[in-house]
């Protein structure tokens, strides 16, 4: 199954507790709503900015001071650019304690500050109104036109680029678009220069990675899913020398993902696996050995595969400019077993 660890407004969606939007307490400030974001300086010339998106173009003329992020993955990009949002939306499997819709790769990066958690799956712009926001990052929440549009009336708005599917803008891309939102480009190509070294230099230590054929499957004990290679987590493979599924591809068609029957899963005979999203296993790794028809396929039976779990297993799903140096620093050794 792709629940969200992974899918926000497709198929298979993790059922959300409505709202709670709060007020926070002033913290340096003049007014007594919530305390503003921490916000380092604007680059020279880097404000005012206009930047392009799905649904238009956006002008942000000075620096954010409020800034709720309403993408799933957002703050992760705010955080690693000084910018500490008012405001973070819950991912699955983040906890809903103030302040922990964050991942440990991240927690540092908070400066003590706990943001709001909004938990809830459709946006409420009157809740958001409430947060008073002065920017609105909204990359990777899936919004459509009509919320949008109903967001705009109240801050400037971004939203993913016009070249991508909701949730499909690599994580490269929305760094530098949020950087340049927040009056940060040269810091955020510098970020994102500094974890695509980590990854070319994983990949260039292990040369005999290249060319190798490799699935990105989840599997619940009762549905099993792959990603395609239009997906973030499939596309980090790639950046390290592997070829895609082409199978899954074009099972998945026009989606990120393949629901695959288990008669299917011969389609998964890649010379390596990686098994995602198994906290949503009834038994973790377990599953995937208990059911035969997974259990016998060349690169579960002959060890070639790589099982997410813990800490690694959120980070990878939630391909960041934060969360990729962790799943660097800790894939290298099971993936080079698994791929020889």
């Known amino acids: 199954?792709?629940?969200?660890?992974?899918?926000?407004?497709?198929?298979?969606?993790?059922?959300?507790?409505?709202?709670?939007?709060?007020?926070?307490?002033?913290?340096?400030?003049?007014?007594?709503?919530?305390?503003s974001s921490a916000a380092p300086a604007a680059?020279?010339?880097?404000?005012?900015?206009?930047?392009?998106?799905?649904?238009?173009?956006?002008?942000?003329?000075?620096?954010?001071?409020?800034?709720?992020s309403l993408g799933y993955t957002d703050q992760d990009a705010l955080l690693a650019l000084g910018?500490?949002?008012?405001?973070?939306?819950?991912?699955?499997?983040?906890?809903?304690?103030?302040?922990?819709?964050?991942?440990?790769?991240?927690?540092?990066?908070?400066?003590?500050?706990?943001?709001?958690?909004?938990?809830?799956?459709?946006?409420?712009?009157?809740?958001?109104?409430?947060?008073?926001?002065?920017?609105?990052v909204a990359v990777y929440s899936g919004i459509d036109k009509n919320t949008y549009d109903a967001l705009s009336k109240i801050a400037p708005v971004i939203a993913q680029k016009?070249?991508?599917?909701?949730?499909?803008?690599?994580?490269?891309?929305?760094?530098?678009?949020i950087g340049a939102a927040v009056g940060q480009p040269k810091k955020a190509a510098e970020l994102v220069a500094g974890v695509k070294k980590k990854i070319t230099d994983l990949g260039a230590a292990h040369p005999n990675w290249k060319g190798?054929?490799?699935?990105?499957?989840?599997?619940?004990?009762?549905?099993?899913?792959?990603?395609?290679?239009?997906?973030?987590?499939?596309?980090?493979?790639?950046?390290?020398?592997?070829?895609p599924n082409t199978q899954v591809d074009q099972a998945a068609g026009d989606k990120f993902y393949a629901t695959l029957s288990l008669e299917e899963a011969r389609k998964l005979d890649t010379d390596v696996i990686v098994w995602d999203q198994l906290s949503y296993a009834p038994k973790g790794k377990q599953t995937i050995l208990d059911q035969s028809a997974l259990a016998n396929l060349p690169a579960v039976k002959n060890n070639h595969s790589v099982y997410l779990q813990g800490e690694l297993e959120k980070a990878f799903g939630w391909q960041t400019v934060l969360?990729?140096?962790?799943?660097?620093?800790?894939?290298g050794t099971p993936l080079a077993q698994a791929a020889g």
């Open 43 to 68: 680059e020279q010339g880097a404000l005012p900015a206009t930047i392009t998106h799905k649904f238009g173009s956006t002008k942000v003329t000075a620096v954010p001071k409020r800034v709720v």
């Open 162 to 177: 016009a070249d991508y599917a909701d949730y499909e803008q690599p994580w490269d891309v929305t760094t530098e678009e």
């Open 1 to 35: 199954m792709v629940t969200f660890n992974k899918i926000r407004g497709g198929a298979i969606l993790m059922a959300l507790v409505a709202l709670v939007a709060a007020l926070l307490t002033a913290c340096g400030s003049d007014s007594d709503d919530s305390s």
């Open 83 to 136: 910018v500490v949002p008012v405001t973070v939306r819950n991912w699955d499997g983040m906890t809903t304690t103030k302040g922990a819709a964050v991942g440990a790769w991240a927690t540092d990066l908070l400066k003590g500050q706990k943001p709001e958690i909004y938990n809830a799956e459709e946006i409420d712009p009157e809740a958001i109104a409430a947060m008073k926001p002065d920017l609105i």
């Open 212 to 243: 190798k054929t490799i699935s990105v499957a989840t599997y619940d004990g009762s549905a099993l899913s792959a990603f395609s290679a239009a997906d973030p987590r499939t596309r980090f493979f790639t950046s390290l020398g592997f070829t």
């Open 323 to 331: 969360s990729l140096g962790y799943v660097v620093d800790n894939i």
